[in-house]
Each structure stands twice: as C-alpha cells, then as structure tokens.
C-alpha cells in the first residue's frame, strides 16, 4: 500500500486542524439559528472544534515522527 511522504502527511494534519474547527463553528452557528441561542453554540462549536484539533492534530504528528529515523546530522561546531 502506498504510504504518502512525510511533508503531504503533514499538510493533511493542517487541513484536519481547519476542517474541525470550521465544522465545530459550522454546526454550532447552525444550531444556534434553530434554536435562537446566539452565540452560545457557535462557542461550544468553536472550543469543541479547538480540542478536537488539537487532539487528533497532535496524535496525526506523533505517529508521522515516530516513523521518522533519528536525525544523525553534523552539530554547527563540526563535531
């Protein structure tokens, strides 16, 4: 199976990150017209879409740096 290289792993962790915290705004300005709540679950929206985010963000880059081998490149002293 065909695995994508790191930096294209990276750019969709990127598009995750917007993508849940858009559709967590989304969905709440969506309710919050249904119901007449304004602004209240546009901001549930908001900080649900932020942890979400931040939590499938951080375990997406995780998992692309522990498939990465160790950096074993030359310190700026030469050593």
Do not use: C, H, N
């Amino acid at each position: 199976m065909w695995e994508p290289p790191p930096a294209l792993r990276l750019i969709g962790i990127g598009w995750y990150f917007v993508l849940v915290v858009v559709g967590g705004l989304v969905g709440g300005f969506f309710l919050d017209g249904a119901l007449g709540t304004r602004p209240v679950f546009t901001l549930l929206g908001l900080v649900a879409g932020l942890g979400l985010g931040i939590f499938g963000g951080y375990s997406f880059l995780m998992d692309v740096l522990r498939e990465q081998p160790p950096y074993r490149g030359k310190r700026r002293d030469g050593t």
